[in-house]
């Protein structure tokens, strides 16, 4: 996976790894091949250790009181999951990577998201990571609409709140 400018790969990857942890470390390998990551060298407990711990901080990014709470949450990832960028040709196109090349799976998956979803927050705006609005369902989401004002994490807890608040109304 390329991050593209706004971290949209990233920040999806993120969430879907937080709302569903991953059990053993093939079922990580597996669901980061499908959302795109090229899964170079062998994945095992360690680095599935590693990127549960990642996966914690990150949702105390998603759950941050504020803008500025949530940047310092995530500048304190970045200082330790990122390293100063570098031009790299290495899938034929030039892009940047924020890390050497010989790091771990997980050291290379934590630099993705850390970076991913820095971008995602400036490019897109700082409130754009948040829980579904039904409580019993909390499901983490990152906001990639165009309005931005995404509150559930699919249409149907949409529907179930719109069906409880016209009950509510009701009564
Ligand atoms: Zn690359
Ligand atoms: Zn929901």
């Known amino acids: 996976m390329h991050l593209n400018p706004y971290g949209e790969g990233a920040v999806h990857l993120a969430a879907d790894l937080v709302n569903h942890r991953p059990q053993s470390a093939e079922e990580l390998?597996?669901?980061?091949?499908?959302?795109?990551?090229?899964?170079?060298g062998p994945v095992g407990a360690a680095d599935l250790a590693r990127v549960l711990a990642l996966l914690d901080a990150w949702e105390s990014v998603v759950d941050?009181?504020?803008?500025?709470?949530?940047?310092?949450?995530?500048n304190r990832m970045l200082a330790a999951d990122a390293d100063h960028p570098r031009l790299t040709d290495h899938a034929g196109g030039w892009h940047?990577?924020?890390?050497?090349?010989?790091?771990?799976?997980?050291?290379?998956?934590?630099?993705?998201?850390?970076?991913?979803?820095?971008?995602?927050?400036?490019?897109?705006?700082?409130?754009?990571?948040?829980?579904?609005a039904v409580a019993e369902c909390a499901t983490v989401f990152a906001d990639t609409?165009?309005?931005?004002?995404?509150?559930?994490?699919?249409?149907?807890?949409?529907?179930?709140?719109?069906?409880?608040r016209h009950r509510a109304a009701g009564r």
């Open 145 to 164: 609409t165009r309005t931005g004002r995404r509150r559930y994490c699919t249409q149907r807890c949409a529907n179930r709140d719109a069906v409880r």
């Open 29 to 40: 390998a597996d669901r980061c091949r499908t959302a795109g990551l090229v899964v170079e």
């Open 64 to 74: 941050a009181a504020g803008e500025r709470e949530r940047a310092e949450r995530l």
């Open 96 to 132: 940047l990577h924020y890390r050497d090349d010989d790091r771990s799976f997980a050291a290379v998956l934590s630099t993705l998201i850390a970076v991913g979803t820095a971008f995602h927050l400036v490019g897109r705006g700082m409130h754009r990571l948040g829980r579904c």
